[in-house]
């Protein structure tokens, strides 16, 4: 089971900024399209924003380019640097990572982190 451990969640005031991190393991981190998705109550969970191994980035629209994705495949980390946060992206936030391990798809999530932001 591959463990990807995030952290860099909390609670904000609308308008300030965080910074999500995620660490996966060195056997994996290098082909795979790295992402975060977020789920608020009652919704389903959604793509916020994804790298792929050569750099590559999708963000979903209602990041607005307030939100941006970034790997360090040095320190085999992906990081979500939020900025002018608003209470509609009060959700918990998960890191994923998609890759191809003997010829199989595989996907693998994190624990979860929570973010909220009040008004």
């Known amino acids: 089971q591959v463990q990807l451990v995030e952290s860099g969640g909390g609670l904000v005031q609308a308008g300030g900024s965080l910074r999500l991190s995620c660490v996966a393991p060195?056997?994996?981190?290098?082909?795979?399209?790295m992402g975060w998705y977020r789920q608020a109550p009652g919704k389903q969970r959604e793509l916020v924003a994804e790298?792929?191994?050569?750099?590559?980035?999708t963000y979903a629209g209602f990041v607005k380019g307030r939100f941006t994705i970034s790997r360090d495949n040095a320190k085999n980390t992906v990081y979500l640097q939020m900025n002018s946060l608003k209470p509609e992206d009060t959700a918990v936030y998960y890191c994923?990572?998609?890759?191809?391990?003997?010829?199989?798809?595989?996907?693998?999530w994190g624990q979860g982190t929570q973010v909220t932001v009040s008004s």
């Open positions: 994923n990572a998609k890759y191809i391990l003997n010829i199989l798809s595989r996907t693998s």
């Open positions: 060195e056997s994996i981190f290098g082909i795979s399209t």
């Open positions: 790298v792929t191994s050569s750099g590559s980035t």
